[in-house]
């Protein structure tokens, strides 16, 4: 039996996430959940399966580091209109934390804010319970993006179905699937699950369809 290759050490700060040899792709890949982000200067597969969530995926196009976060933003409680003012801070205070985050550790590997590229996927109406989620979500991110004056070059945002996303860091390329037939509710759980973790806490175009 042929042993795997050995994974690329990971960039510090990383090592706690998930990695591992995918046998399909012949590829070193990293596989996030809600509420992590990754960034790797070997050229590393970054996967990520979303349902309400948003994942931006970010590289530097010269210099070939990039990573992707998987965020979502707090859900509103009830009564609330719109972003709603009990909201607003609680909702920003973790898109930024996700978003800046992903974007310094890229910077701090020797990338450029001028030679920044930046995919978005997402944001799909999948949480029976919290519909307007995943729009809060797109909302957000454009509105970060634009404010940032970061240019998005490729994006797949709303609809009703989750998607899987698997992001080649140092090339930019990236393979989509919408999973039409989910057989089990696993990601809205996990999501639904997030959202009670987000919320009691303290506070702290390349794509190919497949």
């Known amino acids: 039996m042929l042993s795997k290759p050995?994974?690329?050490k990971p960039i510090s700060g990383f090592e706690?996430?998930?990695?591992?040899?995918?046998?399909?792709?012949?590829?070193a890949a990293a596989k996030i959940l809600p509420g992590?982000?990754?960034?790797?200067?070997?050229?590393?597969m970054i996967v990520t399966v979303l349902g309400s969530c948003i994942a931006a995926c970010i590289r530097d196009k010269v210099i070939g580091i990039g990573g992707m976060n998987h965020f979502m933003l707090p859900s509103q409680g009830p009564g609330a209109d719109g972003w709603g003012e009990s909201q607003v801070s609680m909702s920003l205070r973790y898109g930024n934390w996700a978003m800046e985050y992903l974007i310094n550790s890229i910077l701090k590997e020797g990338g450029r804010r001028q030679n920044l590229e930046v995919k978005l996927f997402g944001?799909?109406?999948?949480?029976?319970?919290?519909?307007?989620?995943?729009?809060?979500?797109?909302?957000?991110?454009?509105?970060?993006?634009?404010?940032?004056k970061l240019q998005i070059v490729a994006q797949d945002l709303g609809d009703v179905y989750?998607?899987?996303v698997l992001y080649f860091s140092d090339t930019g390329?990236?393979?989509?699937?919408?999973?039409?037939?989910?057989?089990n509710n696993t990601v809205e759980k996990r999501e639904q699950?997030?959202?009670?973790?987000?919320?009691?806490?303290?506070e702290q175009s390349d794509v190919e369809l497949f």
């Open 6 to 8: 050995e994974l690329p």
């Open 16 to 27: 706690n996430i998930n990695r591992y040899w995918d046998r399909h792709m012949k590829v």
């Open 36 to 44: 992590e982000f990754y960034v790797s200067s070997q050229g590393e």
């Open 123 to 148: 944001g799909g109406k999948v949480l029976a319970n919290a519909t307007g989620v995943g729009q809060r979500n797109i909302d957000f991110a454009r509105h970060y993006l634009q404010q940032e």
């Open 162 to 164: 989750p998607r899987k």
């Open 173 to 183: 390329a990236v393979k989509m699937k919408k999973l039409h037939n989910v057989h």
């Open 193 to 202: 699950e997030y959202i009670k973790t987000i919320t009691t806490e303290p």
